[in-house]
Structure formats: C-alpha cells, structure tokens
C-alpha cells in the first residue's frame, strides 16, 4: 500500500514563501513523475508543477507559477518538495501531491494579510 503525506502548509501573508514536502511511503517506485496540483473552493484540480524520474529530473510549471515556485525530489527518499516563493492571495488552495495513481490528503496553503 502506498500513502503520500504532504506537510509544509499553513497561512503566509502576501509575498511570503512557503515550502511544501511529500513523502511516499511503501513499495511506489522512484522511476514515476511526482507532482503537485492545488484546489481552491469552487474550482478544479489543476496543475501546478512536475517533475520527472531520473538525477536529471524535467520540471513542468503552470504558467501562473513560472519564476515564483520550484519543484525538486530527493529519490532517495522518496520525497517531493515546492518551494514557493512571492506568494499571493491567488495561490490560496489545497495543495495535493501525486505520483502514479496516487494521491496524497493534501495541505492547505492560504495566502492572506
């Protein structure tokens, strides 16, 4: 069985930074693309940022996060991290981690004043 459990969320004021991590538990191989995607109230799913398997790992942002967050993963530990920076109200969402078919609960990232 694996599991993915984000942590890092929490409330930021505008302009702030914030760094997400998710680590996948059990037999869930390292040669997957691990991702994040966000979900505000009202809206769908959508993707914020991957990375591909490998030393050399492909990023992929949304375009309303290009130049403020960065993807990375540690393979050996199986884990995926966001680091966000210049934060804004915008951002406010659910942040989920996923790899394979697999999701993680999510996290919640709100950017207020």
């Known amino acids: 069985q694996v599991q993915l459990v984000e942590s890092g969320g929490g409330l930021v004021q505008p302009g702030g930074s914030l760094r997400l991590s998710c680590a996948a538990s059990?037999?869930?191989?390292?040669?997957?693309?691990m991702g994040w995607y966000r979900q505000a109230p009202g809206k769908q799913r959508e993707l914020v940022a991957t990375?591909?398997?490998?030393?050399?790992?492909?990023?992929n942002y949304a375009d309303s996060v290009k130049g403020r967050f960065t993807i990375s993963r540690d393979n050996a530990k199986n884990t995926v991290y966001l680091q966000m920076n210049s934060l804004k109200p915008e951002d406010t969402a659910r942040y989920y981690c996923?790899?394979?078919?697999?999701w993680g609960q999510g996290t919640q990232v709100t950017v207020s004043s």
């Open positions: 990375i591909s398997s490998g030393s050399g790992g492909v990023t």
């Open positions: 996923n790899t394979a078919w697999y």
């Open positions: 059990g037999s869930i191989s390292s040669r997957y693309t």
